[in-house]
């Protein structure tokens, strides 16, 4: 499997990629947005702003690492269709030293007055005993202490992963690709625990008094349907634009991303069922608040938009095969699903951070909303930056020859 590498001859590599002047724009215009909604936010109405930071910062970051799970698991499992696909996911992991530093900024919000944490860092009423039950874990010391372990080991094998990828396309070397066989499955088990603990902290920690064992997977399904969707619109429009030879990435390889953004869009709806359907019938108070807080004072519409946005919209669209291939209408349903990631966010935290407020409902968002586009905008900036900073695809990995070959039965 790893004998001769290279490009193959008679086939040339890709030109650059260059940052195209209409995307700068977009995303400066989307920063610009953030901005405006910060400062609005913070001369307004801080919580909004806590909310739409926390949302900004969770769905750039899990963007990062849920790219990094995707090379990660193509190393583990000695996939090879993958291989010409990778410098995309490569480059969306570039965010995550950012992610870090906006994380240790929410991470700061638990010490704050008026924190969007205040359920369990200043609990009162029916949360104080809750959180006392669970004050091995919900304190502000174990808080900073789980992040800052978690992120620098997650920074420092991304950081490698990245790192022993592009340092092929200088010498060459098959060592290389022995070594990042050998991070994958490390990544993976970090990963695994570390993404877990930072969605029960930043997410599920917003109601102290509600539990679900299946958060983790629940959070990680709709990452990973999302982030699919940002890897197969970006290798669709590289090709389209023609940076990418259909001899590198093709219909096939298109179809295979498309797969998984599928085969995960149908798994969210089943985990999601699943931890409804459970609360629901076991009918506890301190599970069913959950659902409660996002049915009233005018989240019910909003929870339904959810269901159709994120589920049975994508669904529908995406179980047509030849849809799945190329075109418009993978475009337009790799949008979809983006859109649908940044509103389930803002879904999750904002109905959580207004519990007990005076204005529990849910208004017109657009301090938060602005935010969380704002890291939206500052996100595909850092990754079309970073994109074009290397070779489009690893020019000296072994496997290159059999990606070629790569077909469907």
Not at 93 to 122: D, K, N
Not at 207 to 213: V, Y
Not at 309 to 334: D, E, N, Q, W
Not at 356 to 383: D, R
Request: net charge neutral; glycine share 8%.
């Amino acid at each position: 499997m790893m004998g001769g590498h290279g490009v193959p001859e008679n086939v040339s590599a890709p030109e650059p990629f260059v940052v195209p002047q209409g995307l700068k724009t977009a995303c400066y215009a989307l920063i610009a947005l953030g901005v405006i909604g910060l400062v609005v936010g913070l001369l307004t109405d801080p919580m909004a702003t806590q909310i739409g930071w926390l949302s900004g910062f969770w769905l750039t970051t899990a963007f990062a690492l849920l790219s990094a799970f995707f090379v990660a698991v193509g190393y583990a499992s000695y996939a090879m269709w993958n291989v010409t696909l990778r410098r995309i996911p490569e480059a969306m992991m570039s965010w995550l030293p950012i992610g870090a530093v906006t994380g240790a900024v929410t991470v700061g919000f638990a010490f704050l007055e008026h924190s969007i944490f205040h359920h369990w860092t200043h609990p009162e009423g029916p949360h104080a005993a809750v959180v006392l039950k669970k004050g091995w874990w919900l304190n502000t010391n174990r808080f900073v202490i789980f992040y800052v372990i978690t992120m620098a080991l997650l920074l420092y094998l991304v950081a490698k992963l990245r790192r022993h990828s592009y340092t092929q396309d200088q010498d060459g070397d098959v060592e290389h690709s022995w070594r990042l066989q050998s991070l994958g499955p490390v990544f993976l088990m970090i990963f695994s625990l570390g993404f877990s603990g930072l969605a029960v902290d930043f997410l599920m920690s917003l109601q102290p008094s509600w539990f679900s064992t299946m958060w983790g997977v629940y959070i990680f399904a709709g990452a990973w349907q999302a982030t699919n969707a940002m890897i197969c619109l970006t290798a669709v429009l590289l090709v389209e634009r023609g940076y990418l030879d259909k001899v590198w990435v093709n219909e096939n390889h298109i179809h295979d991303v498309a797969k998984f953004m599928f085969a995960f869009t149908v798994f969210y709806g089943y985990i999601a069922f699943c931890q409804f359907l459970l609360i629901w019938y076991a009918n506890l108070p301190e599970e069913t608040i959950f659902y409660h807080d996002r049915y009233l004072n005018g989240w019910a519409i909003w929870t339904w938009v959810l269901v159709f946005s994120k589920f049975i919209i994508p669904f529908a669209v995406l179980l047509r095969h030849g849809i799945k291939r190329m075109g418009y209408g993978l475009k337009a349903a790799c949008v979809w699903v983006v859109c649908s990631q940044i509103f389930e966010l803002w879904w999750l935290v904002a109905p959580a951070a207004k519990v007990g407020s005076a204005h529990p409902g849910p208004g017109i968002p657009f301090v938060e909303i602005s935010i969380m586009l704002g890291f939206f905008g500052a996100f595909v900036l850092v990754s079309a930056r970073a994109l074009s900073k290397h070779s489009l695809i690893p020019v000296k990995d072994p496997r290159l020859h059999e990606v070629i070959a790569h077909h469907q039965i």
